[in-house]
């Protein structure tokens, strides 16, 4: 069965996307490791932004899990692996 495509971005906030994620509230967590980023897509695909970069410690990230229950973003990156509370999309 092939799939159906729902929605598609695109944007300057991405660049060299390596790795996806998403929330309890279907939003799109990207790691950019184009440009040091991770981008959050609003779940309609109509919204973008930088949600965190260079200055948070991100390096060209490549991986991405998120932790429903207690809304914590895993980030593998160059530097070091990470964990960030995210709330409030």
Request: glycine content about 8%; proline content about 4%; overall charge negative.
């Amino acid at each position: 069965m092939p799939g159906v495509k729902i929605w598609e971005y695109k944007d300057q906030f991405i660049r060299f996307p390596r790795g996806i994620s998403v929330d309890k509230d279907s939003n799109v967590y990207i790691a950019s490791s184009g440009n040091n980023s991770i981008v959050v897509l609003l779940w309609d695909g109509k919204q973008a932004r930088t949600l965190l970069g260079e200055d948070d410690g991100i390096m060209n990230p490549f991986g991405l899990a998120f932790d429903v229950k207690n809304e914590n973003l895993l980030v593998a990156n160059y530097r070091e692996p990470a964990l960030y509370k995210i709330s409030g999309y």
